[in-house]
């Protein structure tokens, strides 16, 4: 059986992480994003055609329904979609201070673009034949959909609203037998935190995760292997925190 994955946010940090599990899981890929880097195309010309990327750039409408149907007509089919596309402010700042335009940015691809991604794929997944894998969307929010970051509040808002288009979606799509689900990553090691590594270092040491370490994109991607398989049966709409334990509220 073929089963068809589309990762958007593929090229890199969590999206690769997640790529590189399911290309092990036997999943043809289509990866999705703005630019080929090096590192995808290593694992594009070992993966023997089942490995392909997509330019989509998710904060356009048009451009997610050309990269939808290019992802049919190369692949035929769409059994998973990992909707891992996002970005963070291009500048921190308080939310007294911040702007309309930071805001446009990072809403209209974190939040929109994932919504409109959804209901594009999830509408090819309605009306293909079905085979023997039972069609999935995974959406990765954050953390921050639940933690207050007052100098990055529109980051903090899209991923909130994210929860709610797994909710939405998974409430609509059952009756079609595809499930939606979310992963909460925590503080993940990535080039997105590069930044902040400093003040995530001290944090950990100083306690604010049960499990003190950072976590990896591999450790995202286990979690997607898991809601991604034939185990996950009787389960819609369901969060899975990979956090290292920060959701857990202590005295």
């Known amino acids: 059986m073929n089963k068809v994955a589309v990762v958007s946010g593929g090229t890199r940090g969590i999206g690769l992480g997640i790529v590189k599990e399911l290309y092990s899981e036997g999943f043809s890929i289509a990866c999705l994003g703005r630019t080929l880097n090096n590192k995808l195309a290593e694992l594009i010309e070992s993966s023997d055609g089942k490995i392909k990327f997509i330019p989509v750039d998710i904060g356009s409408i048009d451009k997610i329904k050309n990269g939808v149907e290019k992802i049919v007509e190369e692949f035929g089919r769409i059994d998973l979609l990992v909707n891992c596309a996002g970005v963070a402010p ?107 590594t400093d003040k995530y270092d001290k944090l950990i040491e100083g306690g604010i995760l049960p499990i003190k370490r950072w976590g990896y994109p591999e450790d995202i991607a286990g979690a997607v292997s898991l809601l991604s398989s034939p185990k996950m049966m009787y389960s819609t709409g369901e969060v899975i925190n990979v956090d290292g334990g920060y959701h857990i509220r202590r005295l």
């Not at 808002?157 to 994210?162: L, N, R, T, V, Y």
Request: hydrophobic share 40%; net charge neutral.
């Open 90 to 196: 291009k500048e921190r700042n308080d939310i007294l201070k911040s702007t309309p335009e930071s805001f446009d940015f990072v809403m209209n691809i974190n939040l929109k673009g994932t919504y409109f991604m959804t209901q594009t794929v999830a509408n090819v997944m309605i009306n293909q034949d079905k085979n023997d894998f039972i069609p999935k969307i995974i959406n990765i929010s954050s953390m921050s959909a639940y933690t207050s970051s007052i100098n990055r509040g529109e980051y903090c808002i899209s991923k909130a609203g994210i929860s709610m288009v797994t909710i939405l979606f998974a409430d609509r799509l059952a009756e079609y037998g595809i499930f939606v689900y979310e992963v909460r990553p925590g503080i993940i090691k990535t080039d997105m935190t590069a930044t902040v």
